[in-house]
C-alpha cells in the first residue's frame, strides 16, 4: 500500500484535519493508499526537543530526501517568543513536567534550556522540509471560478496618498550587502574583531552574502516616517516577517516600539530594566511584565496617551480590543498585512476603527521595493479588476534552506562595533564590514544544485504554460548579481528556443507583471525564498480573495513531492471564533487540491486503474465544491468546514459511483445514495452545533477525542464514511 503523510499541525487547519482526514482515508484506502499523520505542531516540537515526544520533523526531514517521499503539509506556526512561551503553559497546565523558557538564561542550565526550544522558534519546519523549490499557481477550476464570482477589491480614493517607505539602501540590507560564489568546498568562519561569532562548511559554487542593518539610520528612518505620517496625516503601520526571519526582524521591531512610544521608554528606562522588558517582545509581554508593579496603571496611561493621541494614528491590529500594530511581532506578518493594505484601497485601521490610508513601513529596500510598486501602481491605475485580471504563477527557488530564510543560525546582533569578517580556511578575506554595537549583520546562503533546479524548473514550466517568465533579479544587488551569472549560464543547458524568459529587476518585474495583469494576461515570477513568499500571499489575495487556495507543489529534488496547502495566517482568528461559536470558517480547499496532487503523483509511479479513478473523481469534486459555491461561509449559523467536507464527500462519491472503474462504481453507488439522500439529516446535525461554545482541551495541544467530537458532530455522517 502506498503511503502519504499528512501533517498534524496548529490552529485552523489542525482542526479541520479531524473532520477531513476520516473522509480522505476512506476513499483512498480503495485506491491502495493510506494517509497517516505525523505531529509537527508547535507543541508536538516542544514535546520532542524536552525528550516527551517523538521528534516527527527530523523523520520527515529523511522522508523528503527519498525517492518516494509524498507529504502534505499543511500551515504551521512559525513561532514567536510569545507563542512558545503560551504552548509551554498550556502544555505544563496539562499536566507536561517542562520547564519555561528562560528569556535570559542566567546560568549553565538556563541556557541549555533555552537551547533546546530555540528550535521550535520561528520557521523551524519549512527549512527542514523543502528540498525542492516550489511551484505555487492557481488551478484553472480555482481561477475561473473566482473570475465568475469576484471577491470585491475597494476603491483607491481620488489623490489617495497611501503609499510604502523604506530606506531606500540607506543602511539597509540592502544597501549593505556583499556576495561572493565559492569557488572550492572550504570552511568559512565569520568574525568580529577577530573573535568567532560561526563557522559554517561552504560547497564549491555556493553563493554566500553578507549584510548588516545600521540601527542608526533604522531608528532614523523610523522617526522620520512618524514624522511624515504626522504631517500628512497618515496612519503609521509597520510590516515585517518576525515569524520567519525570527532573529532579525523582531529586533526590526523591538526598535520600531522603542522609537513610536521613545518618551515613555525614556521615562520608565529604570522599571522596565529593572522587570527584564524586552522592547522585542512588543506590548502584549510588555503588559505581563508590568503586572501587579506599583506603577502599572501609570505606565498604562502613559502608552495610552500616545495612542490617542492620534499624531500619528498607529495602525491597529484589532480596533474593538484596542490592540495596536505593536501587540507582538507575530501580529504583523508583511505577506499577510500587505495584501490587506493593497485590497482595502491602501488603508488600515485606526483606533475608532476607521479605514485610513496608511504610510506602510517596510524598512529593508530588498522587499519593500515590491510593496512600494504594489501600492504605487494602484494608486496611480485604481483597484485590480477580479472578474478579468490575468494571474501570476511562481517559481520560488527555496531548496536546500535557500536564501534569507535560511539565516537564523548565521544572524546576529552585534554586542561590540568593529569589523566583522568572513574568511575562508585557505585565508582568504572573503568579505568585511564596518558596524556599530547593536547593528544586525546575517550571512544567507543558496547552494548551487537548487539553483540548478530552480533554472530547470523555470524553463520546464514556461514551456507548459507559454507564458513569459521573469527572473526578479537586481544587478545593483549584491547577491542577485551572483545568481545572473549563474541563471544565464544554467539556462544554456536547456533549450529555450520559442520561450518567453527575462531577468529584471524588482520595480521593473512588478511593473510589467501588473500591466499584463491588468490586461487579463499571466506571467510567471521566478523569484528568491522571501519574495516567493510575498508574491504567493499578495497576488493570490488579489485574484481569489484567499492565498490558501493556491497549489503550493514542491518538486523535491531527490524525486518526491511537498504538497503545501496555503497560508494559514488568519487562522488564529478561525480559532477563536469556532471556540466561541463552533463555527470553523476555514476553506480547506487547499487540502483537496493538494490531496489530488499527492494522488496524481503516485499514479504516475503506480500504474492503477483504482488510483486513476479515485484522483479523477476527487477532480470532478473539486470542481462540483467550486461550482456549487461550498466553501465556508464567515457567519456563525451557516454551514462551515465541517459542511464543506461532507459535500465533498458527497460529491466525489457521486463521481465514482459513475466511473468507469466497475468494482469502485458498485461500491460507492450505495454510499452516494446515502450521503444524497440523507443530505438533509447530515446538514441538521452539523448545523446543530453552530453558535454553541467548543471546548477542544487546547490552542496549541488540543485533546484529540474532544477536537474530534467537537468536528464530527453527525452521527449519521460518520457512520455513512465508517462503513466505507
Known sequence: ????????????????????LPIVNAFTK???????????????????????????????????LQEDGNIIKLPNISASVGQLKDCIAELQGQGYDIPNYPENPANAEEEEIQAKYSVCLGSAVNPVLREGNSDRRAAKAVKNFAQKNPHRLKDYSENSKARVAHMGGNGDFYGNEKSV???????????????????????????????????????????????????????????????????????????????????????????????????????????????????????KSAFQTVVDADAPKIAMVDSDKGTTNFNASNDIIIDASMPVVVREGGKQWDRTGAALETVAVIPDSTYAMFHAEMVADCVKNGQYDVSTMGTMQNIGLMAQKAEEYGSHPTTFELAEAGKVTVTAQD??????????????????????????????????????????AVFWLDENRAHDAEMIKKVNMYLKDHDTSGLDIRIMNVTDATRFTNERIRRGENTIAVTGNVLRDHLTDMYPILELGTSAKMLSIVPLIAGGGLY?????????KHVDQFLAEGH????????????????????????????????????????GYLDNNKAPSRKCGEPDNKASHFYVAQYWAKALAESDNTE????????????????????????????????????????DAKAEAAMRPSATLNAIIDAI
Open 427 to 468: 585565508g582568504t578575506e572573503l568579505m568585511s564590514f564596518d558596524c556599530e554595537a547593536g547593528d544586525i549583520w546575517r550571512m544567507s546562503r543558496a547552494k548551487d544544485i537548487p539553483i540548478k533546479d530552480w533554472v530547470r524548473l523555470t524553463v520546464e514550466r514556461t514551456r507548459i504554460e507559454g507564458y513569459p
Open 30 to 64: 480503495e485506491a491502495g493508499v493510506e494517509v497517516v499523520t505525523s505531529d509537527i505542531s508547535l507543541a508536538g516540537r516542544v514535546l520532542a526537543a524536552m525528550g516527551l515526544a517523538e521528534d516527527n520533523l527530523s523523520k520527515l526531514g529523511e522522508v523528503v
Open 584 to 623: 470553523l470558517r476555514w476553506d480547506s480547499l487547499g487540502e483537496f487540491l493538494a490531496l489530488a496532487e499527492s494522488l496524481r503523483f503516485i499514479a504516475q509511479k503506480h500504474d492503477s486503474d483504482k488510483l486513476a479513478a479515485v484522483t479523477a473523481a476527487l477532480d470532478t469534486a473539486n470542481e
Open 564 to 572: 503545501e496547502t496555503g497560508a494559514g495566517g488568519s487562522a488564529p
Open 1 to 20: 500500500m502506498s503511503k502519504i503523510i499528512w501533517s498534524k499541525i496548529d490552529e485552523a487547519p489542525a482542526l479541520a484535519t479531524y473532520s477531513l
Open 181 to 299: 560564489t565559492m569557488n572550492k568546498n572550504q570552511k568559512v568562519t565569520i568574525a568580529l574583531n577577530g573573535k568567532e561569532l560561526k563557522s559554517i562548511d561552504a560547497l564549491e559554487g555556493e553563493i554566500l552574502d553578507g549584510t548588516f542593518m545600521s540601527v542608526k539610520a533604522l531608528r532614523e528612518f523610523y522617526r522620520k516616517t512618524i514624522d511624515e505620517a504626522k504631517a500628512e496625516g497618515l496612519i503609521w503601520s509597520l510590516h515585517l516577517k518576525a515569524t520567519m526571519m525570527k532573529i532579525s526582524d523582531p529586533i526590526m521591531f523591538g526598535h520600531g516600539f522603542e522609537i513610536f512610544f521613545e518618551d515613555v521608554f525614556a521615562k520608565y528606562a529604570d522599571t522596565f530594566k529593572e522587570l527584564g522588558v524586552n522592547p522585542n517582545l512588543g506590548m502584549s509581554d510588555l503588559e505581563k511584565k508590568i503586572a501587579g508593579h506599583s506603577k502599572e496603571a501609570e505606565i
Open 664 to 703: 469502485l462504481a458498485a461500491k460507492f453507488a450505495s454510499v452516494a445514495k446515502e450521503l444524497t439522500e440523507k443530505e438533509e439529516q447530515i446538514m441538521s446535525e452539523l448545523m446543530s452545533v453552530e453558535g454553541k461554545a467548543q471546548d477542544v482541551g487546547g490552542y496549541f495541544h488540543p485533546d
